[in-house]
């Protein structure tokens, strides 16, 4: 799945060969991106989905009047009863943060695949740990729903947060 999604604000692009190296420069950066790339090879999250895997997505996240790449999304529409967003990966550049391109880029995604999909709810797991992850996921109205222990200690986990989009 390969949408092309453009707003006033953000492109929403697939990502090529031509990144490779930006996006291995971030992957290689785990104090600031560590959470955001789930520990996963910058090959495996550009080109690591499969034809059988038809439903995931993998975009580079534009500003709008540039074709530098500032971020990464992906994630994938899943289906038992109802459609699902579930993102595995938001991040942007450090340079390019606070200056609202996370917002913009996962309302133009939710918005495109609740035209398309008719997904009416978004989902992302992010660790307890993740204070920064969290925040920007609350400041964008999702929930808690769910969370799973990875240990004893309450500092490891894994928050399910959800969101109903419209």
Request: glycine share 6%; hydrophobic share 35%; aromatic share 14%.
């Amino acid at each position: 799945m390969n949408p092309e999604i453009n707003n006033d604000y953000v492109k929403l692009n697939r990502l090529d060969k031509n990144n490779l190296a930006m996006v291995k420069n971030w992957y290689s950066q785990m104090n600031s991106y560590g959470y955001a790339t789930g520990g996963k090879e910058p090959d495996e999250a550009i080109f690591g989905q499969s034809s059988s895997m038809e439903n995931c997505f993998t975009l580079g996240i534009y500003p709008a009047y540039s074709e530098n790449c500032i971020g990464i999304v992906s994630g994938e529409v899943k289906t038992s009863k109802k459609p699902v967003l579930w993102i595995r990966t938001l991040f942007i550049d450090e340079r390019w943060q606070r200056r609202h391109f996370g917002t913009y880029a996962f309302q133009s995604l939710t918005e495109f695949f609740y035209r398309h999909y008719n997904t009416k709810r978004a989902y992302v797991s992010v660790s307890v740990e993740n204070k920064t992850g969290i925040a920007f996921w609350k400041s964008l109205c999702f929930y808690c729903v769910k969370i799973m222990s990875l240990s004893e200690s309450e500092d490891q986990g894994i928050l399910i947060l959800e969101k109903v989009i419209k």
